[in-house]
């Protein structure tokens, strides 16, 4: 079964650059009518009044997602405007490249605040209102390193990998209610995240990359037909299961790569 998705309601976080801004702009194609957050409001209203010249309805949301007061009343506003809140997208989120003996535990507090605890104070403020509706669907922007890690990306990874046991824990607890959750694994992607993002530890990058865009549209096919795991690049699958079953052959394989 195909998801209509014209009229739908979708809430993104993160939207004023890399992925979430792509996601608005692929939703808002598909016909959907949108609620935009992001610290950055002057790029949220860039953002809009584009979408808006486009025959796109949207409202934007100034605000930090670590504050869960401003969260729920964002929901509520979001609710009140629109009716409803179809698709949650939780996609607002920072980087760290440091080792792990060189990553303070503030640092590790300051990005499990963002890209766990946010994403938990959001999806918690949406369900009570998607039940009621009987509908609704969380997508969770994880990481490939939310399946398998890397050096320097100790904290990072650790968020992504607890993204993903929040995510799995409430995909079960929601069986039945209508409300889906879907878990979004990008690899590298080519936005300012990696540019803004602390680096005390560099690690030469091989493989594949893809664009915001691939990802935004990865994540509209599964609005459109819901599944648990999103992997834009595809063999980027077959990672999860080589780790969970040769771990140390992984290590070596990497080893040998990141090294050279």
Known sequence: MTIETAGRVALITGASAGIGEATARVFAEAGMRLALCARRG?????????????????????????GAPAV????????????????????????????????????FRALLELNLIATVTAS?????????????HILNVSSVVGRRSLPGRAAYAATKFAMVAVSESLRLELRGTGVRVSLVYPIYTVTEFHAVEPKRFRLRRRGPVQTAEQVARAMLRCVRRPRAEVYPYRPARFLAGFAALFPGLLDRMMGRVLTR
Do not use: H
Request: aromatic residues 4%; hydrophobic residues 45%; neutral net charge.
């Open 42 to 66: 002057d790029r949220l209203e860039r953002l809009a009044a584009e979408l808006r010249a486009k025959g796109a309805e949207v409202a934007i949301y100034p605000l930090d997602v670590t």
């Open 72 to 107: 729920r009343r964002m929901v509520d506003a979001v609710a009140t405007r629109f009716g409803a809140v179809d698709v949650l997208v939780n996609n607002a989120g920072r980087g760290l490249a440091a080792t792990f003996e060189d990553t303070t535990p503030e640092e």
């Open 124 to 136: 918690q403020a949406v369900l009570p209102l998607m039940r009621r509706q009987g509908r609704g």
